[in-house]
């Protein structure tokens, strides 16, 4: 069957719908659900306040049509490699156009835009300063050839977007108070550099492969920084992700400190032996097992934080 058979015969949301099955497929929602409500107990914490609302709901959704559009704005920029090196890709194989996710990314910047005008100023703001950004790295910064060498200065300007998003979350969460109120926040502040190692060594983790996955025309860390020590990039980013969380528990004063510390290195351990089978040796398998690894040490850290927030809000209370 012809591509111009398949989309003639074929409803559109369906095909959307297979291009999100491939590309951002809505388990993946959870993640996004979990950052924002994540962020919305810290500040809140921060503040003495414990409390879920109506408005989080739509938060949380607007949360994940962020990370749609940051999924669209990737599908524009990498188009032509992944023609190359996925053609049978839905995308890539005509099924649906970059028309067609433009039109959807735009329904999700419109909601993101309405959403934070309604909020007020002050996340309007913060918004647009992170949108700007975005737009940024859709282009590359304007020197796309240039970054494409450097692969590590290429991940940390994009991974710069994590503390900006963390900002934006926090304004949407606390919409009364002013920014400059937030950024004098030291717990957002270290929730803002947790998301930025997480984000981080999740993109090392999954670019780190093993020899038999490695394309001449695709580029890794393991390629570039070689198997050993990509690897060992993780190791070190997956602890200062766990010694992040740490911080930021110690920054809440939450109670119990010991009991959340001993969970988290418990699972940093667990995470830290895949790596090191990894590097003993590495293959396909094992580079899964390294994201599972790291991502269910970033969910749980995440997990506790929210938990060590509402049980210390609690126990103040009943404290008063």
């Not at 060992?232 to 766990?242: E, H, Q, S």
């Amino acid at each position: 069957m012809t591509n111009s058979a398949v989309i003639a015969g074929e409803p559109l949301l369906r095909r959307i719908r297979a291009w999100m099955d491939e590309r951002f497929p809505f388990a993946n929602a959870l993640l996004f659900f979990i950052l924002y409500l994540v962020t919305a107990s810290v500040v809140r914490a921060s503040q003495g306040e414990w409390f879920f609302n109506w408005s989080d709901i739509v938060s949380c959704l607007i949360t994940w049509s962020l990370f749609l559009t940051i999924r669209i704005f990737d599908e524009h920029k990498d188009y032509e490699l992944d023609v190359k090196n996925h053609p049978q890709r839905v995308l890539q194989s005509g099924r649906i156009t970059l028309t067609h996710l433009k039109s959807l990314g735009i329904i999700a910047v419109i909601a993101q835009l309405l959403w934070s005008l309604f909020l007020g100023t002050d996340t309007l703001i913060v918004w647009a300063v992170m949108f700007v950004y975005l737009c940024l790295m859709g282009a590359e910064f304007f020197c796309g050839a240039w970054l494409e060498k450097r692969l590590l200065l290429y991940a940390l300007s994009h991974m710069a977007i994590m503390p900006l998003i963390v900002l934006w979350l926090a304004a949407m969460a606390q919409p009364q108070l002013p920014v400059m109120q937030l950024l004098n926040s030291a717990p957002l502040m270290a929730m803002m550099s947790l998301a930025f190692i997480s984000g981080f060594c999740f993109e090392i983790t999954r670019k780190t492969r093993g020899p038999e996955e490695e394309r001449e025309t695709v580029d890794s860390y393991s390629r570039i920084l070689g198997v050993q020590g990509a690897a060992n990039l993780v190791i070190a980013l997956v602890c200062a992700m766990v010694v992040n969380q740490l911080v930021l528990l110690w920054l809440l004063d939450v109670a119990v400190l010991v009991v959340y510390a001993i969970l988290l290195v418990l699972v940093l351990v667990l995470a830290l032996k895949a790596v090191f089978k990894f590097k003993q040796s590495p293959h396909e398998s094992g580079r899964e097992n390294n994201e599972k690894a790291v991502a269910l040490t970033m969910l749980l850290g995440y997990l506790v934080v929210i938990i060590a927030a509402a049980l210390n809000i609690h126990l103040l209370g009943a404290a008063v």
